[in-house]
């Protein structure tokens, strides 16, 4: 006869295994998102990648922006996914309507004119409140003032290769201030006068532009256009700091007042762009080619087939935008004199 069989048990167990944790100083820095209650799935998906290909080794903590109150089940469902502290705040009225220098009705007919030429997002109004706080107010709420790193995350967003370091390290000893893994060319329908009103600021504000830009990467024609690239602000490691400078606000403050957030559609990413772009040295500005990445309809996987085998990547090389037409990191090389990594003909 045969002795009945019990069930094995696993060692997958709340306590039995706990995370390796990586040993040294932590830095000062934060995840940061933007988000609606709505979004509780798509954000609980990207706080899984990045916990299990990052922050489990690092445990830092996410703060959570909203327009409206949070609700019990966002609070305790993305608690229970970070390993870092979680921290709920509430965007001040002030930072999320419109400011009084607005004339709604002019606001109001850009958003018909933009609905009937299909514009994406052109007839948002929530939109617009949500890409002019990312360009001037995030880094200013009272929960982001504990904190000088920052990592953007937005909701539905994928992971694809382990990240072994503190990357917020990595940009302090490197002296960085902002950084991307997509960049592209933005829809000239939503910003026609966004370089307008760089150029107003830039006249006005000579003293915040620094000497060795990245001018290249933005203008064609040594800054007398835009040539519409930008770095993807979906994803973004940065220095608060820096956005909290006078030179910063000052920027930030000339171009709302031209309206252009309102009066056309400007997107937090050409805003920060640029600002990157002309108020950074060039050598403050990283690409992080080994965080592979994927924000709709956008992938960014490591050229090199050793470089993903080692991170454990589970990306399609075959999907990397970076040497693509319509991407702008080869002009990111180029302005930096960078070697583009082996392979990168291949893969495209
Ligand atoms: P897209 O990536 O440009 O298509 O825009 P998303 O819909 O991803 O929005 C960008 C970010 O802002 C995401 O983190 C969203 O969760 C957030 N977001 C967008 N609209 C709102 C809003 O009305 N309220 C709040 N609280 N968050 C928003
Ligand atoms: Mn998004």
């Known amino acids: 006869s045969t002795s009945p069989k019990t069930a094995p048990t696993t060692p997958n167990t709340q306590n039995e295994l706990s995370p390796a944790t990586a040993s040294g100083d932590r830095m000062n820095a934060t995840f940061v998102?933007?988000?609606r209650n709505s979004d509780l799935w798509e954000i609980s998906r990207s706080i899984r990648q990045v916990e299990d290909r990052f922050n489990r080794k690092f445990n830092y903590d996410w703060v959570f922006l909203n327009d409206d109150d949070f609700d019990d089940e966002f609070v305790k469902v993305t608690t229970s996914l970070v390993s870092g502290k979680?921290?709920?705040?509430?965007?001040?009225?002030?930072?999320?309507?419109?400011?009084?220098?607005?004339?709604?009705?002019?606001?109001?007919?850009?958003?018909?004119?933009?609905?009937?030429?299909k514009i994406i997002y052109g007839d948002s109004i929530s939109y617009r409140h949500m890409c002019r706080y990312?360009?001037?107010?995030?880094?200013?709420?009272?929960?982001?003032?504990?904190?000088e790193w920052y990592w953007?995350?937005?909701?539905?967003?994928?992971?694809?290769?382990?990240?072994?370091y503190d990357t917020f390290k990595f940009m302090a000893d490197n002296k960085k201030k902002y950084s991307f893994v997509l960049s592209l060319y933005e829809y000239?329908?939503?910003?026609?006068?966004?370089w307008d009103a760089v150029k107003n600021f830039t006249a006005s504000h000579p003293?915040?532009?620094v000497k060795d830009n990245s001018m290249g990467f933005l203008s064609d024609d040594n800054g007398e256009s835009y040539n519409h690239c930008h770095f993807w602000s979906n994803f973004e490691i940065g220095n608060l700091d820096w956005l909290r400078s006078k030179a910063y606000v000052d920027?930030?403050?000339?171009?709302?007042?031209?309206?252009?957030f309102f009066y056309e559609r400007w997107g937090d990413a050409p805003v920060h762009s640029i600002a990157a772009g002309l108020m950074l040295q060039k050598d403050e500005i990283h690409f992080f080619n080994d965080i592979a990445y994927y924000h709709v309809p956008f992938t960014h996987c490591p050229t090199g087939q050793q470089t993903?085998?080692?991170?454990?990547?589970?990306c399609n090389p075959k999907d990397n935008f970076d040497w693509n037409g319509y991407s702008c990191t080869s002009r990111f090389y180029e302005v930096n004199g960078m070697t583009k990594p082996e392979g990168y003909e291949k893969e495209q």
């Open 251 to 260: 920027y930030f403050e000339s171009l709302d007042h031209s309206g252009g």
């Open 308 to 314: 993903r085998l080692d991170l454990k990547c589970h």
């Open 207 to 209: 003293e915040h532009i």
């Open 134 to 147: 990312e360009s001037g107010f995030f880094f200013r709420h009272p929960l982001m003032l504990d904190y």
């Open 33 to 35: 998102t933007l988000a």
């Open 86 to 117: 979680t921290k709920y705040g509430k965007i001040p009225t002030e930072h999320w309507s419109f400011p009084d220098f607005i004339d709604q009705d002019k606001a109001a007919a850009v958003r018909e004119e933009m609905k009937e030429k």
């Open 152 to 164: 953007r995350v937005e909701p539905s967003i994928e992971l694809f290769c382990d990240i072994n």
């Open 188 to 194: 000239v329908e939503t910003i026609p006068t966004l």
